[in-house]
């Protein structure tokens, strides 16, 4: 019986095969097959949402995967144009952080500044002045028109996007003085947690970089934190909760083995679970409930019962 072709695909992402078989994309002639492992990489092996594709879809990843030829052949190396034909009219051109520096112009740039101050994170002045600096710009892709049109500098680009809004002292004032401690910060954190009357669920399902940078929080977390918003967390509640309690969990949580088996052996412990009580719920059932599929399909090729006999080494099962 043949492979399909994403059984063919994790073989390549596996090294267990070098290439897909010959002809495989010249008789795609409707390019089902491109469509198919594009969804299988992000939907499947990365388990991405929205955020995580505008963030890193580019083309150095793209060939990185192994799907740097079909990029090539169908698509003529455009990472947007591929995204489009897998998933039509879901993304825009400017949604993603790799943009052609041909594609911009002063007017674009502007309009996606403020497209992204208004409505995607709606912020203040005040936290305007907070977050708005060259990584924040960075972290939108909009440093290459920051270099090309107002040579490197935020006050100018701001200055025309609102004009006679900011002064290049406010920026100064806000950098140096506000996040003068560790304490402060943590304290401040608190507070907002506190005002917006936030459960533990609430936390898991809405923490993550967007919700610290809509909050004014991301100068203190890449000042004292090394812009990791689960470290500030973890200082805030101690042990209260796991990386992987988390609806968007740090990217890297899952990259190693060692690390995802001891994240998942800290949340045995925290349970007091037994390999018997696993059992008992169901091994599966429990991988499942536990969102910890991503980790077992890349490091344990998805048999949940070597992960488990990793996972409780000392126990003869």
């Given at each position: 019986m043949s492979l399909k072709i994403e059984e063919i695909y994790q073989e390549i992402l596996t090294g267990e095969r070098k290439r897909f078989p010959n002809g495989t994309w010249s008789k795609d002639e409707k390019r089902e097959s491109v469509k198919r492992v594009t969804r299988y990489l992000i939907e499947e092996v990365l388990e991405w949402d929205d955020n995580q594709i505008k963030e890193n879809w580019k083309l150095h990843f793209i060939q990185k995967k192994?799907?740097?030829?079909?990029?090539?052949?169908?698509?003529?190396?455009?990472?947007?144009?591929?995204?489009?034909?897998?998933?039509?009219?879901?993304f825009s051109k400017w949604d993603l952080k790799h943009i052609?520096?041909?594609?911009?112009?002063?007017?674009?740039?502007?309009?996606?500044?403020?497209?992204?101050?208004?409505?995607?994170?709606?912020?203040?002045?005040?936290?305007?002045?907070?977050?708005?600096?060259?990584?924040?710009?960075?972290?939108?892709?909009?440093?290459?028109?920051?270099?090309?049109?107002?040579?490197?500098?935020?006050?100018?680009?701001?200055?025309?996007?609102?004009?006679?809004?900011?002064?290049?002292?406010?920026?100064?004032?806000?950098?140096?003085?506000?996040?003068?401690?560790?304490?402060?910060?943590?304290?401040?954190?608190?507070?907002?947690i506190k005002e917006k009357n936030m459960s533990e669920n609430d936390i898991k399902e809405q923490y993550c970089l967007r919700w610290i940078i809509k909050n004014g929080l991301r100068t203190p977390v890449r000042k004292f934190w090394n812009d990791s918003p689960y470290?500030?967390?973890?200082?805030?509640?101690?042990?209260?909760?796991?990386?992987?309690?988390?609806?968007?969990?740090?990217?890297?949580?899952?990259?190693?083995?060692?690390?995802?088996?001891?994240?998942?052996?800290?949340?045995?412990?925290?349970?007091?679970?037994?390999?018997?009580?696993?059992?008992k719920f169901g091994i599966v059932k429990w991988v499942k409930v536990n969102k910890l599929t991503r980790p077992v399909e890349k490091h344990w090729k998805g048999n949940t019962l070597v992960m488990l006999k990793e996972l409780f080494s000392e126990n003869n099962i």
């Open positions: 192994k799907l740097g030829g079909v990029c090539s052949l169908y698509f003529k190396d455009s990472p947007f144009k591929m995204l489009d034909f897998v998933y039509p009219n879901r052609p520096r041909k594609s911009w112009t002063r007017e674009i740039a502007l309009e996606n500044l403020r497209d992204w101050i208004e409505n995607k994170e709606q912020l203040s002045k005040e936290q305007i002045l907070d977050v708005c600096d060259r990584s924040w710009l960075y972290d939108r892709g909009l440093d290459s028109p920051l270099q090309m049109f107002w040579n490197g500098s935020r006050f100018k680009m701001l200055d025309d996007a609102y004009p006679n809004q900011f002064t290049e002292r406010d920026f100064v004032k806000v950098t140096q003085n506000y996040w003068g401690s560790k304490y402060k910060s943590l304290k401040i954190f608190k507070e907002i470290q500030m967390l973890n200082e805030a509640y101690p042990h209260q909760f796991l990386k992987s309690d988390l609806k968007n969990a740090p990217n890297g949580t899952w990259d190693n083995k060692e690390d995802s088996l001891q994240e998942i052996k800290r949340r045995v412990d925290r349970e007091a679970l037994s390999i018997s009580q696993i059992y």
